[in-house]
């Protein structure tokens, strides 16, 4: 049985020609970018769009992160970018996992860790309980 406190959502995205480096390949910094998409839209598919948890008056910005190579894409290539959030790991942060893959071969993986600020003064703060309840609701909804 799957674990319902593990969410995952799979999105595609292509490469770009502003993607690509001079060697052709994409640019390494651009898998920030590419994390980004797979995080916004498992936000969004489970229901807490990025532009709710700004309405709200937070913010999550970027604390810590690791991306880790296996292999390259080129431009015209599409990503698949699976996101994974486990929603027992909320504490002071929260975490998002990635595994990116090209005709199914893993070519990157990592991890973003954010924060969650109030808008109004950047200050720190745990998670805000819109965001706890909602969590809460999709695992529940999940184990019927």
Known sequence: MKDASLLSFVTNERVRYADVDKMGVVYNGNYLRFFEIG?????????????EVEKQGYLLPLIEAKIVWKGSAKYDDVLEITTLFNSKEINSTIRFDYEIRVDGKIIVNGY???SFVRADNFRAVKPPSFFLNKVEEIIKTKHI
């Open 39 to 51: 995080r916004t839209e498992l936000m969004r598919h489970f229901g807490i769009p990025y532009s």
């Open 112 to 114: 973003t860790v954010h």
